[in-house]
Structure formats: C-alpha cells, structure tokens
C-alpha cells in the first residue's frame, strides 16, 4: 500500500506540472531547482533507511546478504524513479540548471547513482561487518553496529534539510544557481551531541574493529557521517561547468566525474578532469602510453595504440616509411628493406619489369565487403612504358605476352576499360560477379612495363589509389570504406 501511494502521488504532481503550462523565467529556474532537491532529498532518506534496516536485522554467520548494496534495492529503485519522472516534469529541456549536471543525463539518475555510491561507501567503512556472531557477545556488536546505522541516518537527514533549506534562501536572491553555497554546508552540532550519546552508550566496550567501523568511537562516526551529509548536500545541486572544474581534485567522486585522485598530475591513471586516463585523450600516460596525440590516424608518429611509430611494427608512418610488413623485413627475397624502405629492383636484359598491384582492406574493419565496379590509378617514373597510348585493348589473360592482366577472374565477366597517359594507367572494371574483401590484400592487377636494362626503380616510383568503387547495386562506396592499394615490383 505505501508503494502505492507515493505512485499516486508521483501521478498527481507530474499532472500539476503539466497542467501548469510551460513555466519560464526566474519561476521555472527555482522551481526546477526547488523539485531537484526535493526528489534527491526522499532519494537519500530511503537509501539510508534501506541500509539501516538491513543492518537491524540479524544476520547469521553463513548470511550472504550485503546490507550496503544501496543501489540494487527497491527501496532505491522506487526513489529514483520517483526522481527520475518528477525532474524532467520541472526542468524542461533547456533549463539553465540543467548545466549544473552532466549533459545528456537526467540528474535523476546521475545524482542517485552518486548518492547510491556515497551511502554504499559509508556503510562498507562504518557498518562493515553484516555478520556478527550469535549470543551475547554478539548482542553487543549488533547494538553497535545498530546504533551507528540511526546515527547516520539522523545525522545525514538533518544535514542535508538545512543545507536544502539554506539554499532555497540563498536561491530567492541570487543571479546564479550553480552549486551549493559553502555557508549552507553545516555540521548540525546539536544533532552531533545526540549521536555521540546514543552511539557511545551503545558502543560502550566496543572498538571500531570489532564491527568493522572506524576508531575511535563514536567521534570517527561522526566526523565521517557529516562529511558524507555535506557531500550528498553538494550533490544535489550539482555545479556550473566553471565550478566543477574546481571540485576535480578534491579526492572525492562527484557527478560526473570517473575519478579523483586528489592530486594535480596529469599523467597518471586519473587526468586532472577528473577523467580515466585512456589513449586517445592527448595526454600520455605515465608508464602505460608511449605517446597519445588525441587523434585515430594510423600512419603518423604516434599509433592508435599509443605506441611510438616503429620500423617493423607493420604500419606505414606516412613520410617516414616507405613499407612496413612487420617484422619480416630484410628476409631473402622481401621487397621492404630492413630500414622500411624498398629495395630497389634493376631492370633486367630482357627489358621488363613487372608491377603487381594488391587491394589492402583497413585493419579496422571499415572497408566494404565487397564491390562490382572499381578505379584503380597506377602512376610510373620515366624510363618505363606500355606500348601504346589512350584506351588500350584487354588481351588474353592467358597469354604471357599480355601487358595487363587482371589477376581475379570474377573481375572478366564485365566491362573493362584500360587508359594509359604515359605516365599513368587507369583501370575501371565494372563486374556482374561481385568480387568480395577479406581481411588479407586482394591480388587485383599485374602490369608488365618495358625498361631500359639496368635502369633501377623502387615500388615507391609506382604510386597507385583507389580513386572510386561501386556496390552491387551500384551505389558510390566512401573514400573511407574503400581499401588501400600496395604494389610489388619484380624484374621479369
């Protein structure tokens, strides 16, 4: 029945809200803020209770139960659904309070997964052991821990009141609403006195240790609690970008942040955002990153991976390089030197010198599947050619003494069309047999060229692109999904 009824209520004030009309102005802004803490308020008094009233019930030795789970009861549940339908209702799209919370997220779910992890926190360093022995020795631990789990509750409820209190006055005159004003940040000495009674008359003779709390008690208790009450206080109302930015480094976790180490260097597994470090961020990890130039380009100085371009770690750095098969370089036979740089081949006494041309899919599996139609360009130095110029016929495949052969059958059973500028060969080849990519280069093209004997050249002299590519269906494919073009030089 109470579950009940707060769903009723929930129904009645999203109902006034909507039949209000769109507010706006200085009356939407502190109504949004007014319902924010109003809802993250019944957020923090159910995630205590929850915890409290765990921890009031025995617990044998062999339990599994995990009283400081917060965030996977219903108790919790139910609130923060309450919290996450209410704020939307009062804090519509382009509210300037919204700023004070992570964009994209409703605060309903970001501020109650930081409440949810406060509380849990607590609970694991002032209640931290759940199973306590039975009798009378274990008697005395549970009115402890009992007594620990009310006091927090009492003093986290008391605190975070008058911080919401304190704020709505500061609210009615202020320009900002960004975080919660300092002066509202308290420590309620009166209900402090309270607790420290309660928790010592029922902790008398029992050390922190024993229940897996702090020490000594019951001051520890309470010093922990009122920081706990003043950071689910600051919680609530979130922070402007500016202001956020100077809560990164206070060591404790705040909404949106990954991380807070409390220090201010740069360069270790917490940025000075407030951000896990990770490659890609443009900052180098300590230890773990050789490099991070913030970008995803495969071919400069610094990889993907966050590891300093290498000769023979199988990535062309573009400038540098001008091969990389890694690690297999300056084996017998490789046309990719030891120093990443071709090995020039002479042309030999029968004049000819033969390119083979690959398709190369990108390592990230972004190239398409498959083509029907392609463009290929093979650029080549003075000093060689190909008999002829302009549109050239297609010759026998079969036939050794054909200058340009396809080297995918598929690729046959379509147009095909040769032109050479004398300085460049293009190859258009539109198939009805789609040709498909795997993640291994495709063999595409092996052109035959004459050469003066003894002339030497190096792959680099014959640069080739795919310059356009087509689906089945005959749509354009991006520059960006079509594959790379490598080519191997070989005296004949």
Not at 28 to 36: E, F, K, P, Q
Request: hydrophobic share 35%; charged share 20%; glycine share 12%.
């Amino acid at each position: 029945m109470r579950r009940q009824g707060v769903a009723v209520a929930l129904l009645l004030v999203v109902s006034s809200a909507g039949s209000g009309g769109a507010r706006s102005g200085r009356h939407a802004l502190l109504a949004c803020r007014h319902w924010l803490a109003e809802t993250l308020s019944v957020v923090i008094r159910a995630s205590l209770h929850r915890v409290a009233s765990c921890h009031d019930a025995f617990h044998g030795a062999r339990s599994t139960v995990d009283c400081n789970a917060v965030a996977t009861t219903d108790d919790f549940i139910h609130a923060q659904a309450r919290a996450r339908g209410i704020i939307p209702e009062f804090c519509q799209g382009g509210n300037p309070v919204l700023a004070n919370y992570p964009t994209g997220v409703n605060p309903g779910i970001a501020v109650s997964t930081t409440i949810a992890r406060r509380i849990a926190q607590n609970g694991e360093a002032l209640q931290g052991l759940t199973r306590l022995p039975a009798g009378r020795g274990g008697h005395a631990l549970r009115r402890c821990v009992r007594a620990v789990g009310h006091a927090r509750t009492a003093l986290v409820t008391r605190i975070v009141a008058a911080a919401v209190r304190c704020q709505a006055r500061f609210d009615r005159r202020a320009t900002v609403l960004g975080a919660i004003a300092p002066a509202c940040l308290k420590t309620a000495p009166r209900t402090a006195a309270r607790v420290r009674r309660r928790v010592g008359r029922a902790c008398r003779g029992v050390t922190g240790a024993e229940i897996g709390s702090c020490d000594p008690l019951p001051e520890c208790v309470i010093a922990s609690v009122t920081a706990l009450g003043q950071a689910l206080a600051r919680d609530i109302y979130g922070a402007l970008p500016d202001e956020r930015g100077r809560l990164c480094g206070n060591g404790e976790l705040d909404t949106g942040e990954e991380c807070d180490d409390g220090n201010e260097d740069d360069h270790d597994a917490c940025t000075n955002q407030c951000q896990k470090a990770r490659c890609g961020d443009g900052i180098v990890e300590a230890g773990v990153e050789e490099c991070d130039d913030g970008n995803n380009v495969e071919t400069d100085a610094c990889t993907p991976q966050c590891r300093l371009a290498r000769c023979g770690d199988g990535i062309v750095e573009k400038g540098v390089e001008e091969c990389d098969d890694g690690g297999a370089n300056g084996t017998p036979g490789d046309p990719c030197g030891s120093d990443c740089r071709f090995a020039e081949v002479s042309c030999p006494p029968t004049g000819a010198v033969q390119a083979t041309l690959s398709l190369v899919p990108a390592k990230d599996g972004s190239t398409a599947a498959e083509f029907a139609g392609i463009q290929v360009i093979l650029g080549y130095p003075t000093g060689v050619g190909i008999p002829g110029s302009g549109a050239l016929p297609v010759g026998d495949p079969t036939d050794p003494a054909t200058r340009i052969v396809l080297l995918d059958q598929d690729l046959y059973t379509g147009l095909i069309v040769f032109k050479d500028s004398d300085t460049a060969l293009v190859t258009t080849v539109a198939t009805s047999s789609p040709v498909r990519m795997g993640v291994a280069p495709l063999p595409f093209e092996r052109v035959t060229f004459d050469c003066t004997s003894g002339a030497r050249f190096t792959p680099s002299q014959f640069p080739c692109s795919v310059t356009d590519e087509s689906g089945k269906l005959g749509n354009t494919i991006p520059a960006e999904q079509r594959p790379a073009c490598a080519v191997a030089l070989t005296a004949r």
